[in-house]
């Protein structure tokens, strides 16, 4: 297969999912308070903990835009174990990054990174939430996110997601929900389309050149086991990737021969955290903090990606075959038809032609 058709076929496997995803994920803006959040994660212990994680899961955010939120519990009373939770399993999973995961990982993938997620935020929160408590420096959370941002190279993009979401739907009951759903789909096809969008076609290339290019009996051998999962969680933990956008980067390992659970690890990693992240991590909450929280994603990662090998070997499942037989659930129109919405939405002058004649979505 050539390059070009590999990224097309990803591409087009890809698109109508993801905007499955994002029409989710602008409901989910619309109907879902910052305030509701505060209440529903508040106390302390392992119930709070677990709601955080299950809550923040399909939340539309990526590691950089969950830091206001997150911080916003934190000082607003909630203790740090749910307030690590929420920063963990926002970004490891969303609505968007779940639907693309089945599309171009297949169903078993795709449940299992949505309960990865979810229990390494619950892990993760429990280590942090034993540790002696740190006093929280003055200031917004707008600036500290923002400046965290900007030193360890967050785009403007996700900035401005962040301050919308920490912002978001503070006058909710008052307007109309006709009104919140415009406003919260809008968000999810300008805000984080853009945040993405780079990102995502740096993550089809790179999945194009793994299945196009790479033997696979060459990352077969090297891609599994211990060592492998250790060295794609060290990888990992300080990118700036996205959940959307690192699942064509996964897409490409599995298909080049990359066992599930290294595949996995990746998937835990690369999203739920960033330099931006562990930066303010550290800052609000101290250096004891900061190494369980980097503990518990390290140690939750790679034990989940154990299991997962383990369960896939137990069944016998063949997720390359489960990959080819999501492809053939959609006609090929459909595909295409996907695909070109999505460019016209993600390339901005294309959009702001479009919105010449659907004002709202400017």
Same mark, same amino acid.
């Given at each position: ?8 076929a ?44 299950v809550?923040?899961?399909p ?10 939120t997150?911080?916003?519990?934190y ?30 990982l297949?169903?078993?993938?795709a ?10 935020a619950?892990?993760? @929160? =429990? *280590? #942090?939430?034993?540790?002696?408590? !740190?006093?929280? $420096?003055?200031?917004?959370?707008q600036?500290? /996110? +923002?400046?965290d ?39 999810a ?12 076609l740096? @993550? =089809? *290339? #790179?999945?194009?050149?793994?299945? !196009?290019?790479? $033997?696979?009996q060459?990352?077969?051998?090297l /891609? +599994? ?9 060290v990888i ?21 021969g990359?066992?599930?659970g ?13 330099l ?34 383990a ?23 459909i ?6 919405v ?10 702001r032609?479009?919105?010449?004649h659907?004002?709202r979505?400017?």
């Amino acid at each position: 297969m050539s390059l070009l058709n590999a990224i097309l076929a990803v591409a087009l496997s890809a698109a109508p999912w993801l905007l499955l995803g994002l029409v989710m994920a602008g409901l989910i803006k619309a109907l879902v308070s910052e305030a509701l959040l505060n209440r529903w994660v508040g106390g302390q212990g392992l119930g709070s903990i677990a709601r955080a994680a299950v809550i923040g899961a399909p939340l539309p955010l990526c590691s950089c835009g969950a830091i206001p939120t997150a911080l916003a519990m934190y000082r607003g009373g909630a203790s740090r174990g749910p307030a690590t939770a929420f920063l963990i399993g926002t970004p490891g999973i969303g609505v968007d990054s779940l639907a693309i995961t089945y599309a171009l990982l297949g169903p078993f993938m795709a449940v299992a990174r949505a309960i990865s997620a979810v229990l390494t935020a619950i892990v993760t @929160g =429990l *280590l #942090v939430g034993r540790t002696a408590p !740190a006093s929280a $420096p003055a200031g917004t959370v707008q600036a500290s /996110g +923002s400046e965290d941002e900007t030193e360890s190279g967050c785009g403007s993009g996700c900035a401005s997601g962040c301050n919308d979401t920490s912002e978001a739907n503070n006058g909710a009951p008052a307007q109309r929900l006709s009104a919140r759903l415009a406003g919260g789909l809008r968000y999810a096809f300008t805000d984080i389309l853009d945040d993405i969008s780079l990102w995502l076609l740096v @993550g =089809l *290339l #790179v999945a194009g050149v793994l299945i !196009a290019l790479v $033997p696979p009996q060459q990352l077969g051998e090297l /891609g +599994s086991g211990l060592w492998a999962m250790l060295l794609m969680a060290v990888i990992g933990i300080p990118l700036y990737m996205c959940a959307t956008a690192a699942t064509p980067i996964a897409a490409g390992l599995l298909l080049a021969g990359v066992s599930p659970g290294t595949v996995l690890v990746f998937l835990v990693a690369a999203p739920v955290t960033s330099l931006a992240t562990l930066g303010v991590f550290r800052r609000e909450m101290g250096n004891r903090a900061l190494l369980a929280y980097l503990a518990g994603i390290l140690a939750g990662a790679v034990l989940l990606g154990l299991g997962v090998d383990a369960v896939a070997r137990w069944w016998q499942l063949d997720v390359t075959r489960q990959i080819e037989t999501v492809g053939e659930l959609l006609p090929a129109w459909i595909e295409w038809l996907g695909l070109i919405v999505l460019v016209g939405l993600a390339v901005k002058p294309l959009r702001r032609a479009l919105a010449s004649h659907l004002p709202r979505l400017a």
